[in-house]
């Protein structure tokens, strides 16, 4: 297998085409809010939602019916060119979508069709289905062709949704297949599927994914506690390490149950926890908990706030309420301050409890 020379790794793909970015911008993207474009009450809610949610996805792809592929399409492209505020650099909003997979019918149209007529407001692409390298070199180069027809000046960047065993396998050279590449997203329906993994849920838990507790003095039949498991730790953390070995960022994707805000919250902040940039939103109540768990605690600010006053330099070590802090320490606590810096710029009631914040 050939290897590009690092060199060439950050030239344009097609004669015209804007250079591709060295570094993918930290963009707040806590709820990426999915719409059918070719939905009209959804479409109406479009407007109200700009500065309410860092991400709008027009979705092409699953949940929209053959016959209303098109009609999606057009829609998306009505909404990018009508709703101020929403996609392009200096938006609040940004602007994504998701196309047709790779092997469809209608994925050439979405592309071409989007890229002339609002690739200077479309921030990002998610690719669904994502098996390998060959797919995102398959629309890196398409899309450097299209940017140059369009005269843009600022690339397209592209998200990719990990749904497949294959794909998880292939999903450090997945990261580093091209300068484009934003991020990546767990689809847990359709991996779960692929694996042959025996549950119907959208993300979430199991009750048969479970440890036990030790039999009492060998009873077996006797009462033992039981703990659910997180079906998901070993992908969403496979996925970070891979987001973070490539400076791109890794997403929990979709939780199905719409009624259980207390176990998507659960999902969500296991996700946060791990390294997770934000999530997918399928209800607008989805939003105001993703806002809310991918946003670090004001507790968190202050105890990060303190670690940093009190290490000065970096180096050394310092005892607070009787635990050390160390470089380590302040590595950690930078990671929360400066996630808490980027939030407050674009939320201000964030910003407010931010500022109040007493740092003893």
């Not at 309410?52 to 792809?61: A, F, K, Q, R």
């Not at 209303?68 to 200096?90: D, F, H, M, S």
């Not at 805000?261 to 105001?288: M, Y």
Request: proline content about 7%; charged content about 25%.
């Amino acid at each position: 297998m050939s290897h590009k020379s690092p060199k060439d790794f950050f030239a344009p793909l097609a004669v015209g085409a804007p250079a591709p970015l060295r570094e993918i911008p930290a963009r707040p993207s806590r709820a990426i809010h999915f719409f059918d474009p070719s939905n009209p009450k959804m479409v109406d809610k479009v407007p109200q939602m700009v500065g309410t949610v860092d991400v709008l996805l027009g979705n092409l792809e699953d949940a929209i019916k053959a016959d209303n592929k098109v009609a999606a399409r057009e829609g998306l492209v009505r909404i990018a060119q009508e709703t101020p505020g929403l996609g392009g650099p200096e938006a609040k909003t940004q602007l994504w979508t998701r196309i047709n997979s790779l092997d469809s019918p209608w994925v050439l149209d979405d592309l071409t069709t989007l890229v002339a007529a609002i690739g200077d407001r479309l921030d990002v692409v998610m690719v669904p289905k994502v098996q390998g390298a060959e797919d995102i070199h398959y629309v890196d180069r398409l899309l450097a062709q299209l940017e140059a027809k369009a005269g843009l000046t600022r690339p397209i960047l592209v998200h990719a949704i990990l749904e497949t065993a294959r794909g998880m396998a292939n999903v450090e050279e997945i990261c580093g297949a091209s300068p484009r590449m934003q991020g990546l997203s767990l689809g847990p329906a359709d991996l779960a599927a692929d694996r042959k993994m025996k549950t119907t849920r959208v993300g979430g838990g199991h009750p048969g994914y479970l440890v036990r507790e030790d039999p009492k003095d060998g009873n077996v039949d006797g009462p033992r506690a039981t703990y659910q498991q997180d079906l998901w730790h070993y992908t969403i953390a496979k996925m970070v390490d891979a987001c973070a070995t490539h400076g791109i960022y890794p997403y929990y994707g979709p939780f199905g149950d719409i009624t259980d805000v207390v176990a998507a919250e659960d999902q969500f902040r296991n996700a946060f926890l791990l390294g997770c940039v934000g999530t997918w939103s399928l209800h607008p109540k989805q939003i105001e908990i993703a806002n809310r768990v991918f946003s670090p605690s004001v507790e968190d600010i202050k105890h990060a706030r303190r670690v940093v006053a009190a290490m000065g330099d970096g180096t050394g070590a310092v005892m607070l309420d009787g635990k050390m802090e160390d470089d380590a320490s302040l590595k950690q606590c930078l990671v929360l301050v400066e996630l808490a810096d980027r939030l407050a710029a674009i939320d201000p009631q964030l910003k407010a409890r931010y500022d109040e914040i007493e740092v003893d």
